[in-house]
């Protein structure tokens, strides 16, 4: 079974802030990918790395994949309000059992004050 | 244009009887998922078609079933729910399993048991 470790599970800032999400494995992932939900909708696909070192720009919003492809992180820069949401990273698996099979990891609640 | 659609956006069945939901996608995608979320967590894989190929998660209860009439068309069929099985239901495709892959997630379908 893959695992994907996401931390922090909560995180509470101010308008302005910087924050970065950690996602965690001790498994190889073909992909990884992030993902935005708002309440009561489906996840929203904010980026896929693929390639191991691969860093990826949208806005305010920088991810990294690991160079052994197992770890990635979120970095928000100056976060604002409209931030505020559910953080999902998740894995496409590499092989075995778990080919093509999209783990999440827990999740991070962001909560940005105005 | 929404291309997974799942139905209805919101069931409400009672203890024990059973339910059906639908998910349909228009991407032609050969990977279809099933995620079961609860409130503020990550999604939890209940099961996944690679193709007709039917991949159960060991730990999803035998109280639910999956059905897959064709590449558009996925069913989650629920036994006997449970007021534990009250939850956001997902459904999710991807084009394959390999490098790159991303998954793409309907609204979901959020089930309460009376």
């Known amino acids: 079974t893959q695992l994907l470790e996401q931390s922090p599970q909560f995180l509470s800032i101010q308008e302005g802030e910087n924050l970065t999400v950690y996602c965690n494995s001790s498994?190889?992932?073909?992909?990884l990918q992030w993902y935005r939900q708002e309440p009561g909708e489906g996840p929203v696909l904010l980026v896929t790395?693929?390639?191991?070192?691969e860093v990826k720009k949208l806005k305010r919003l920088t991810f990294q994949f690991g160079d052994a492809r197992k770890d990635s992180s979120l970095h928000i820069t100056a976060a604002q309000p409209g931030d505020t949401g559910l953080y999902l990273c998740?894995?496409?698996?590499?092989?075995?059992?778990?080919?093509?099979?999209?783990?999440f990891g827990q999740g991070t609640i962001l909560t940005v004050h105005p | 244009d929404a291309m997974v659609i799942q139905n209805p956006r919101y069931q409400v069945t009672q203890f024990g009887k059973p339910v059906t939901l639908s998910c349909s996608q228009t991407?032609?995608?050969?990977?279809m998922y099933w995620y079961q979320q609860k409130s503020s967590q990550a999604p939890k894989l209940l099961f996944h078609?690679?193709?007709?190929?039917?991949?159960n998660e060991a730990d999803t209860p035998d109280n639910f079933q999956s059905r897959r009439p064709n590449t558009s068309f996925c069913f989650l069929d629920i036994r006997s729910p449970g007021l534990g099985d009250a939850a956001m239901y997902l459904c999710?495709?991807?084009?394959?399993?390999?490098?790159?892959?991303?998954?793409?997630f309907g609204q979901g379908t959020r089930l309460t048991v009376v």
């Open positions: 999710a495709t991807s084009r394959e399993g390999g490098w790159g892959t991303e998954a793409f």
């Open positions: 498994s190889v992932f073909s992909s």
């Open positions: 790395v693929v390639t191991g070192g």
């Open positions: 998740a894995g496409v698996g590499a092989g075995g059992t778990s080919y093509g099979k999209l783990t």
């Open positions: 991407l032609n995608h050969n990977v």
């Open positions: 078609y690679y193709d007709k190929d039917f991949n």
